[in-house]
């Protein structure tokens, strides 16, 4: 057993990435747990209980990032793209094995790792935009997640941009944001601009798997694909609306950029920068830094064991 450490679990939708972590946010090793089709609760406990003895880490705190809701004084997850773990007490059931367990929201937990890489994370109030099939959005403050319901930041991905509501998000709400700068829309978007004959790449892209992934889309824009570089322009112009109002209502000191999406580097992020200074107020635009994300795909597995540890 490792002294001063954690264990961080990471739950996705196909697999759970499960970590040993040092006090200092070092991924000492780890374990991958793939969730098989149909399993239930208890057998995914068992897998993790697996896991968590093939690291030789019984006994140690445990921190669980889960993608969704959360319920902490039943210390459990809702709402999420698990559903065989919604509503069961995860949190207890590992305590039972480990030590004393938390969990939290997986944006939150990834943004709580990322932090520590930025003095303002840990000083002042960091915003983490989570660009993936979906919008995250956390918020740090000293450190700390800020949470105003369901264990989250609210649902800030779904701030709405589009006036014309033409496209439905996959929670079901229409012109947010997530309905219209995600991975999820690159490919919808791709896939027209292939059809359309505007973008060689995505044409022959699309013969060639017969359909437009977002990561082709990224691709072919940094390549200089011009009809793939427009459609990067116009999410950059609706993400640059969204960070004028999460600017406006929260004031962070450093907007982090993450995610596959965040590939597209810092000539992305200074797009976004750019259409959100022309939109902002002034005083908030002068103080706040946008850049990308330091930490890749363990940020949230290395935030959760962190949170295990954080009294
Ligand atoms: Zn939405």
Redesign the pocket.
């Known amino acids: 057993m490792t002294k001063g450490a954690a264990i961080g679990l990471d739950i996705g939708g196909g697999s759970t990435k499960v970590g040993l972590i040092s006090h200092d946010g070092q991924l000492l090793a780890s374990h991958r747990v793939v969730l098989a089709e149909g399993a239930e609760f208890p057998a995914i406990l068992a897998d993790y209980r697996a896991a968590i003895a093939a690291l030789r880490a019984e006994g140690l705190p445990v921190g669980i990032a889960y993608p969704g809701h959360i319920d902490r004084a039943r210390g459990l997850g809702l709402n999420s793209n698990v559903p065989a773990l919604d509503g069961h007490p995860l949190a207890a059931a590992l305590a039972g094995v480990s030590g004393p367990a938390a969990i939290l929201n997986d944006a939150d937990a990834a943004a709580v790792a990322e932090a520590r890489h930025h003095p303002e994370g840990l000083e002042g109030r960091m915003l983490m935009v989570t660009l993936g099939t979906g919008v995250g959005v956390s918020m740090i403050v000293a450190g700390r997640p800020l949470e105003t319901a369901g264990g989250t930041l609210g649902d800030s991905g ?1 701030v709405n941009v589009d006036p014309s509501a033409r496209y439905r ?1 996959r ?1 079901g ?1 229409t012109g ?1 944001l ?2 219209v700068a995600s991975a999820e829309a690159l490919e919808r978007d791709g896939t027209l601009m292939a059809s359309i004959g505007e973008s060689p790449a995505l044409a022959s892209e699309a013969d060639a798997a017969g359909t437009v992934s977002a990561s082709a889309v990224c691709r072919a824009a940094l390549s200089g694909d011009p009809g793939a570089q427009r459609m990067i322009g116009q999410m950059a112009d609706w993400l640059g609306m969204a960070v004028a109002s999460w600017r406006a209502s929260f004031h962070p000191d450093l907007i982090v950029f993450g995610g596959g999406l965040s590939v597209l580097g810092q000539p992305f992020i200074d797009q976004i920068r750019d259409r959100a200074d022309a939109r902002s107020l002034p005083f908030l635009s002068a103080h706040c830094r946008l850049t990308l994300a330091r930490l890749g795909n363990d940020a949230g597995m290395i935030g959760a064991g962190l949170a295990a540890l954080t009294p």
């Open positions: 779904h998000c929670q709400c947010c997530e309905s």
